[in-house]
């Protein structure tokens, strides 16, 4: 079984596998941070201070945004498995494409479902984004009302969606 499946190329039937996106924007972020508090330690620590400073920076900013994508992808699986319950039909779950953004592209009849956000803990932010209309909020509150939120989203992709296109 494949894990990942290649951007672009929907399957057949989703699998129930959300693939890891990681978002080389935030971790030039990181990088850039890391690197901009690590050159304070140059004057009093010297180049080795430095380049110990900046490694424990970038390995833990690494980290913090490994941990906010592994959240997201959480989220948008935990809201596909919901609709898919509920009678929504998903063909497919695909990664962006350009790594650039850590988004999630949820294939229906209907349209394409882009789920994503920013992926950098503490600041974890989701947003799911229909037909150019798009809500964003806190991760940690979307996790605390995982059922509601997914409820809701039903509602306007699915049921009101399929309604407005065939009117």
């Known amino acids: 079984m494949q894990l990942e499946q290649p951007s672009g190329e929907p399957s ?37 201070m430095a380049a110990v400073a900046f490694a424990l920076l970038a390995s833990g900013g690494g980290a913090l945004h490994l941990l906010g994508e592994r959240k997201l992808r959480r989220l948008t699986d935990e809201l596909v498995e919901r609709w898919v319950a509920a009678g929504g039909e998903i063909d497919g779950v695909t990664r962006s494409s350009t790594g650039m953004e850590t988004a999630w ?18 600041i974890t932010r989701l947003s799911v984004e229909w037909q150019g209309i798009g809500d964003t909020m806190d991760a940690n509150e979307a996790e605390a009302n995982i059922d509601r939120l997914a409820e809701s989203l039903y509602r306007e992709i699915f049921e009101l969606g399929s309604a407005t296109q065939q009117a």
């Open 105 to 122: 592209h949820v294939h229906t009849p209907d349209g394409e479902i882009v789920i994503g956000g920013v992926a950098l803990v503490p």
């Open 12 to 48: 057949a039937a989703w699998s129930g596998t959300v693939p890891s996106a990681v978002d080389a924007r935030v971790l030039g972020l990181v990088v850039v941070t890391a690197g901009l508090a690590a050159s304070i330690n140059v004057p009093y620590g010297g180049l080795p």
